[in-house]
């Protein structure tokens, strides 16, 4: 009775050794592995110090301004242009946008480079389902961005401490060729 009990508590002491070791080997074969993710790029690829004008047209009117002008909103508005972000880009099922808020885009903003070389022009439509991301469009592309939904937020900040300023960013001549945007 005794190398019976012996046995036992000797077969209790390696199960408790072997248990750990098995459960964390498991573990470890259970844990799912990441898919890499992709690199976001920029929606307007230059350094901030290579803007030379942002405009933005919105429901409210058109603001213009040029990098020159020195004022804290300003800054935050060009800060909000160069820190945009695309976390994805898709091509979509049919030609109408409208179902991602861009056949009328509530926002569209364009980015001119210093000494003129280059602009860009973005339409920015309408938060994705989930609200993490907006969708946008760079104009002569036929892909849909996905732009993450902090550049929204920080956009529309920037414009509300602009047209605070007294409106003397608001630039009516801006907003005359916008019908066609």
Request: net charge negative; glycine share 8%.
């Amino acid at each position: 009775m005794r190398d019976l009990k012996g046995n036992i508590l000797l077969s209790l002491v390696a199960a408790g050794l072997l248990l750990p070791a098995y459960t964390e080997r498991q573990a470890v074969s259970l844990t799912p592995v990441a898919a890499p993710e992709e690199a976001s790029e920029p929606l307007f690829p230059l350094p901030l110090a290579e803007i030379d004008t942002i405009t933005v047209l919105d429901a409210r009117g058109c603001v213009s301004v040029r990098r020159e002008v020195i004022s804290q909103n300003v800054e935050k508005l060009g800060q909000s242009v160069a820190q945009a972000r695309v976390v994805r880009r898709f091509s979509p099922p049919s030609a109408d946008l409208s179902a991602y808020g861009l056949a009328h885009p509530a926002r569209q903003v364009e980015v001119k480079w210093a000494h003129g070389a280059q602009s860009r022009s973005a339409a920015v439509g309408d938060l994705n389902p989930v609200g993490n991301a907006v969708y946008a469009r760079i104009e002569g592309e036929s892909g849909v961005l996905l732009v993450g939904s902090y550049f929204l937020t920080s956009l529309d900040l920037a414009l509300q401490g602009l047209r605070a300023e007294g409106g003397k960013f608001v630039d009516p001549t801006c907003a005359e060729g916008s019908e066609n945007r």
